[in-house]
């Protein structure tokens, strides 16, 4: 099967912008000539490939070919920039990863190969149980996600644990939790987590205490920085990964309520078994930092 360039660069533009005005605009054709593109692609690969949808969706077909589109384009890229003899032309790579870990370890491992290697990042920040989504739609080469199990065609590197602990200010520790992190206190104390889809603290309340969603008030506080600055500053308390918090925990800034009782998230990296030639040095490099940063599984 040959499959169109011009028919291709639509569906992809298609589910990068979520409509077909929007990827007419961009590609400065008529969203009726996207369409009909798309169309003829379906008719090709023979089933659909997008769900007409605000916003326009990838079939799960749509979602394979999307993988193998962008994959092609990496090894396209690197190949054009290694017969040009221009090593350090940029090389756009797409990354779905979790906020603690963009906010811990992801650029003191990266940096330095960031840099040599001109690799421009687009990355795509979800909850560590949803990164292996974007992946699997197609919409990212590689991911950090707590999903063991690889999709085809793709290996799943271990990384480490990645250990929290359930953080607060000494001030709302002793205001809210003067008798320890009881069921009763949890109650009344406002929990601090980063947005209705994580689970870390939701299921910490549930397992130890008993507290299912919406028996304890709650704070939404997107973002690593943003959902630790919170919780230093009393607005609440929640679970925080420990390589930020050691020095504070050390000088009684923080307090941690459950010492006994760390929650650990193994993580792993997802990539395709057959990369581009940066793209394998980034997932070595990943691999290797993470393993040194990260506590050992």
């Known amino acids: 099967m040959r499959l169109d360039p011009k028919q291709t660069e639509a569906l992809l533009t298609v589910i990068e912008t979520g409509s077909f005005e929007q990827a ?31 916003p326009v969706r990838a079939t ?20 054009a920039s290694d017969l040009a003899e221009q090593r350090h032309a940029p090389l756009s790579v797409t990354i779905a990863l979790n906020a603690d870990t963009l906010g ?28 292996y989504e974007v992946l699997e739609t197609g919409m990212a080469t590689g991911c950090v996600s707590t999903e063991p199990r690889p999709m085809k065609g793709c290996f799943a590197d271990p990384l480490g644990i990645m250990r929290y602990r359930m953080i607060a200010s000494a001030a709302f520790a002793e205001r809210w939790f003067a008798e320890g992190l009881t069921r009763a ?14 689970a870390l603290q939701a299921n910490f309340l549930q397992d130890r205490l008993g507290l299912t969603p919406g028996a304890y008030p709650c704070h939404f ?33 923080l307090v941690d309520l459950a010492p006994a009782h760390p929650v650990d998230l193994a993580l792993f990296w997802h990539a395709w078994k057959v990369q581009s030639p940066r793209m394998e ?16 599984r």
């Open 60 to 79: 799960r077909t749509g979602q394979r070919l999307l993988q193998h589109l962008r994959r092609v384009m990496l090894l396209e890229e690197d190949l």
């Open 104 to 131: 811990t370890w992801f650029f003191p491992a990266l940096a330095e190969m960031l840099s040599h290697e001109q690799v421009l990042l687009d990355l795509v920040v979800e909850d560590q149980d949803h990164t």
């Open 281 to 296: 040095i980034m997932s070595r490099r990943i691999g290797e930092a993470a393993r040194q940063l990260l506590a050992v």
């Open 221 to 253: 506080v997107p973002g690593c920085e943003p959902h630790y600055t919170a919780i230093r500053y009393g607005l609440g308390y929640g679970l925080v990964p420990e390589l930020l918090v050691r020095d504070e925990l050390a000088s009684g800034t």
């Open 185 to 198: 206190a949890a109650r009344t104390a406002p929990v601090v987590a980063y947005t209705r889809k994580d």
């Open 24 to 54: 007419g605009a961009r590609l400065h054709v008529t969203p009726s000539a996207i369409s009909q593109r798309v169309r003829a692609l379906e008719e090709e690969m023979g089933a659909a490939l997008v769900i007409r949808s605000r």
